[in-house]
């Protein structure tokens, strides 16, 4: 959560004067497949997430995304902690996508109901 409340006020410098070295780049690409941003992803220091990931827009080049991908957490377990008021969207491979109505996140979840990713914004 602390790094959601960086968003639109993180630069890359930002992160990695917080975060170190990161372990990947890549384009940030729109609906229309046009880069648009820079995801660079980082080590997460406190363990609790295997990888972070943050997005930066190519116009300014401030935080606008904020991915996490989870060690071990379930659609379950993020509904007992964030509750249940959700959209979802079937996406490929048999995984499903819960955008939260009410919060500033979405869930991206297996078939088996693990939890691939959280993306905040």
């Known amino acids: 959560m602390f790094l959601q409340k960086q968003i639109s ?30 995801i660079v992803a980082f080590s997460d220091p406190t363990n609790h997430f295997r990888q972070i990931e943050l997005d930066f827009d190519k ?19 993020c509904r007992r902690m964030f509750g249940g008021k959700v959209n979802a ?8 996508f819960y955008s939260y109505v009410d919060k500033k ?10 939890v691939i990713s959280l993306g905040l914004y």
């Open 89 to 96: 969207t079937l996406a490929n491979k048999g995984r499903r």
């Open 105 to 114: 996140l979405d869930v991206l979840v297996d078939p088996a109901g693990k």
């Open 59 to 77: 116009q300014y080049g401030r935080l606008r995304t904020v991915f996490v991908y989870p060690q071990n957490l379930t659609w379950n377990d």
């Open 9 to 38: 006020q993180w630069q890359e410098s930002d992160a990695r004067a917080l975060l170190g070295k990161s372990s990947a780049e890549r384009p940030s690409l729109d609906e229309n497949n046009v880069e648009n941003g820079r």
